[in-house]
């Protein structure tokens, strides 16, 4: 069937570029015994339901409940001179996040104010502190990482079928439809069993679904929505639009169709998080909000129709009236440049709107990649767990006073240390892990950083002090003997390589096993064959940065130039060696070595950890010659000044900077909104 409607008229107002097509038309596909029976369900699959829950001012909550101030209190949570969370109660008085704390005492004297943790040198853990010196201090989202993972847990046991992405902090995407699926069998059990008398076998559609009560499942996005219409269920809907009555037995509002199977799901998918919200609330004492659609974005979108311990359900067949007004720049990824472009191309303002354009059209304008924005409105990405185990482990600080002499960098190393100390210890009670390797990433401003790493060995009790010794040992190799003048502004610590302890590796004595040992070798990243490679990437940590934090935030970070660097650990055909990606030179360890250590019975587990060590030592080597090259074709532009890259006055390019320059190729099609200016 043709996607183009010949009668539709184009709805362009300026350049009419694109080509009309029916919006919506996939609102009510048929769904069969096939969709029912058959697993996996794909993320096409028509009675997908996906959900997300979002805690309330969750960091709010989390001190509310620490402290045991009463709930209506108004109270926030600050973060130096902002306020990064505000509770319900204080928003009454129009406080807001990002606020100046001394500002939000003024509009409500009785205000609450609580700083977050912050670790300083000589604390083994975080501290609260009522005025913390930026200077001295290092902030700390332990506890309500902590907290956080209590809500997962929670999720994880009410939906053990169901599939948890965390989103964030204090959100998580949920995959219901396996456990819907598993519901609408257990009551509709007739549907268990295709028909004998069906026509197309598995393909023949499933009967008319019954009606359904959605009272007690949560506030009903409109199909039509009606100003200032209020349920005695829920209240009044304050995000664009208001509620229908929830005891509608069956919904046929204006001539739409009666209820679908999709809409028997959704009802089903909002009974399970009902009762998981219940439960967090109950047991953790957090109030969550839910949005439940049949995708990510409108899950999305749907959480926050409205909010505070609620839970919004939008039907296919209100999506239309709830998207076409939405100003489209509003969706995370389609503001800023790309937003401002697809404006002016399509003169368009709304979702609606945007909708309206083709894959090809937008495809020839920007590019073969856009195809994401055509999705993004879509959303058809799926729902994936994430690893239990996380690969590495950041602690980090951006500097309001610059480290301009070696002897200040250990004060900031023995603060960081102690928070790397504080979380793996903890990460400790309960999986045996420990890091392959301790790293240190310094950088000036936003300027390309340089990293060092090392070998982090096996100790019986990991402290502040073991930490800070290999930090404070790495911080002398990258910074040396300099003498002239420099600036740090961002300094980092990060555990990688993060994986299970084995049997027989709770010790040092581990690694010293004679050849033959029945052991299988330390697998890299923590559960991965050892013949994968594995990046060396520290933006797969979770740093926090002493800067205004907003939800998401906390695993953020800007790698160095090192850091994009595949390190392999043990590859199945190049061990001892690798090829760098730039010059395609082979790099190799010292084949003497390699004959002595074989020759004297060395172990193969001690053998092969040296060979990953010696091979991520050669990398960053070989990185910083490219980092030095490149520097010198500059044409003195920059030097290198206590490993960092300094700027200098530029001088006249030669030819042969010319004919580079121009050989450089410009970013094309989507990506070129995406870049810095």
């Known amino acids: ?27 009510a596909p048929p769904i069969t015994y096939r969709h029912l029976l058959s697993p996996p369900p794909g993320a096409r699959d028509p009675l997908r339901t996906i959900a997300l829950c979002d805690a309330d001012a969750f960091y709010a909550a989390c001190e509310q409940l620490r402290l045991g101030v009463d709930p209506a209190r108004p109270l926030v949570v600050r973060q130096w001179e902002s306020l990064i969370a505000v509770n319900y109660p204080a928003r009454k008085f129009g406080i807001t996040r990002m606020m100046k704390a001394d500002e939000a005492l003024k509009k409500c004297p009785e205000l609450v104010v609580v700083h977050v943790a912050t670790f300083k040198d000589g604390d083994s853990e975080p501290g609260y502190w009522d005025k913390p010196n930026v200077s001295t201090h290092k902030v700390s989202l332990d506890y309500y990482r902590r907290e956080s993972g209590k809500v997962i847990d929670i999720f994880k046991s009410g939906l053990p079928t169901g599939e948890i992405e965390k989103a964030s902090i204090d959100e998580a995407f949920i995959d219901l439809t396996i456990p819907v699926r598993e519901k609408i069998l257990e009551r509709y059990p007739h549907l268990a069993k295709v028909p004998p ?43 664009g639009g208001s509620s229908e009555s929830l005891d509608n037995d069956d919904v046929t509002e204006d001539g739409q169709d009666a209820v679908t199977w999709h809409d028997v799901a959704l009802s089903i998918a909002a009974e399970l998080m009902q009762k998981i919200r219940d439960d967090v609330r109950i047991q953790l004492g957090y109030t ?113 006073r610059p480290i301009t002499k070696i002897s200040e960098g250990p004060h900031w190393l023995r603060v ?124 797969t940590g979770s740093a926090e940065t002493d800067r205004p934090f907003s939800a998401g935030d906390a695993d953020r970070h800007t790698p160095g130039p090192s850091e994009n660097l595949t390190v392999s650990g043990r590859n199945e055909d190049q061990s001892t060696s690798f090829t760098c990606p730039r010059c395609h030179k082979q790099i190799q360890l010292p084949s003497a070595q390699l004959a002595a250590m074989a020759a004297d019975g060395t172990g193969d587990r001690q053998r092969g950890h040296w060979q990953e060590t010696e091979l991520a030592r050669l990398r960053m080597e070989h990185d910083d010659f490219h980092l030095a090259q ?23 390019p030669n030819s042969k900077q010319k004919k580079r320059k121009k050989t450089t190729k410009s970013p094309e099609g989507i990506a070129k909104f995406f870049t810095k200016t």
Do not use: C
Not at 9 to 26: H, L
Not at 348 to 373: H, M, N, P, Y
Not at 438 to 462: A, M, N, T
Not at 509 to 515: C, E, I, L, M, T
């Open 630 to 652: 490149d520097l010198s074709l500059s044409g003195g532009h920059g030097t290198i000044q206590g490993g960092l890259r300094v700027q200098s006055a530029p001088s006249k």
């Open 416 to 539: 960081l240390a102690a928070e790397l100390a504080h979380r793996l210890n903890e990460m400790r009670l309960t999986q045996s892990v420990w890091p392959r390797t301790l790293g240190l990433h310094i950088r000036r401003g936003y300027e390309e950083g340089r990293s060092r790493q090392g070998p982090f060995p096996f100790v019986k009790d990991l402290t502040v002090d073991v930490i800070a010794a290999a930090g404070d040992k790495l911080w002398k190799e990258l910074m040396g003997e300099r003498k002239s003048p420099f600036k740090v502004t961002h300094v980092a610590l990060v555990f990688t390589g993060l994986e299970s302890v084995e049997n027989g590796q709770q010790s040092i004595d581990g690694f010293f096993q004679a050849r033959g040992a029945s052991s299988k070798p330390r697998s890299s990243g923590g559960g991965g064959s050892p013949s994968k490679k594995r990046k060396r990437s520290m933006s």
């Open 288 to 400: 969550t909000s839910a949005g439940i659609a049949r995708n990510k974005f409108l899950a999305k979108l749907a959480a926050s129709y409205k909010k505070y311990d609620s839970q919004s359900i939008l039907r296919n067949a209100a999506i239309p009236n709830y998207l076409k007004p939405m100003p489209f720049q509003k969706i995370r990824f389609l503001g800023g440049k790309l937003g401002k472009a697809l404006a002016e191309e399509y003169d368009v303002s709304t979702v609606g709107d945007l909708l309206t354009v083709s894959l090809d059209e937008i495809q020839r304008k920007f590019g073969e990649e856009a195809i994401w924005v055509y999705e993004i409105l879509r959303s058809e990405g799926t729902v994936k767990e994430k690893p239990v185990l996380t690969k590495s482990m950041m602690a980090a600080k951006n500097l309001p």
């Open 197 to 239: 008398d069906a026509p197309n076998g598995l393909d023949t559609l499933l009967p008319p679904p019954p009606p359904i009560i959605w009272k007690d499942r949560g506030l009903l996005i409109p199909i039509d929505p009606i100003e200032d219409v209020t349920t005695a269920a829920t209240g009044t809907a304050d995000a």
């Open 1 to 27: 069937m043709s996607n183009v409607s010949p009668s539709r008229p184009s709805i362009w107002k300026g350049k009419a570029k694109a080509t009309p097509v029916p919006d919506f038309e996939d609102l």
